[in-house]
């Protein structure tokens, strides 16, 4: 029998043995019930056959024709980390810092003008355990000047998966797949600290999971 409950968010997962549904509670402030977790080391940087295909870009990696931007050489982190809780797993393969947007990005968007872009290609594996989505949407960067972790961007994401840099596809239930996540921090940022969000949830049954942060300096 599965028990209902509240939702505080529509974000919505139940379990897959049938015994309870779980709802997700937000906080974008970056704070947390729980302490951050460090991620692992990885000894390979190459995506696994069951995700998506993930391509490396060259130092100047600019598609032919005008809608696409460049960048800079890739950043090898292979750094991992798993929700034991929840199930879900990942592991930070890259990073790109000083990518260029196009002209017309530039100009569709004014306040890259201030703004740096910074690419992170991961690979995710979505718990098994629950009915889930694991995507670009759970992940951030922290440590922002202005104290507030900044969510990830898909405003870019025609013209960097043009330059070589595949956006990341949401992985469902028990699924893996690989590509790039889109940030657009500040250009005074020097500390480049990615994190994942675990939100609170409450089964029907009773049993609450607590929030927590995975964080992984990239740089």
């Known amino acids: 029998m599965r028990v209902r409950i509240q939702t505080c968010l529509p974000v919505v997962a139940a379990v897959v043995a049938g015994s309870a549904l779980l709802t997700a509670c937000n906080n974008d402030s970056g704070d947390s019930a729980d302490t951050s977790t460090s991620p692992s080391q990885t000894t390979s940087a190459t995506p696994g056959d069951t995700g998506s295909a993930s391509a490396t870009p060259s130092a100047s990696a600019s598609a032919t024709g005008g809608d696409s931007g460049s960048s800079g050489k890739p950043v090898a982190v292979n750094k991992s980390f798993t929700d034991d809780v929840m199930g879900d797993k990942a592991t930070i393969l890259k990073y790109v810092t000083g990518y260029q947007p196009s002209a017309a990005a530039k100009a569709k968007y004014s306040a890259l003008a201030d703004e740096e872009v910074v690419l992170v290609e991961v690979k995710v594996t979505a718990s098994s355990k629950y009915y889930d989505n694991f995507g670009a949407d759970s992940f951030y960067l922290t440590g922002m000047p202005n104290g507030i972790d900044q969510a990830s961007t898909t405003i870019l994401d025609d013209e960097t ?9 949401d992985a469902e239930t028990g699924k893996t797949t690989t590509g790039w996540v889109v940030f657009t921090p ?5 500390k480049l600290v990615l994190r994942y969000k675990r939100l609170a949830a409450k089964a029907s049954n009773g049993t609450k999971i607590t929030a927590k942060n995975f964080d992984t300096p990239l740089n």
């Open 161 to 169: 998966k043009a330059a070589g840099y595949p956006p990341l596809p």
């Open 186 to 190: 500040g250009n005074d940022t020097k």
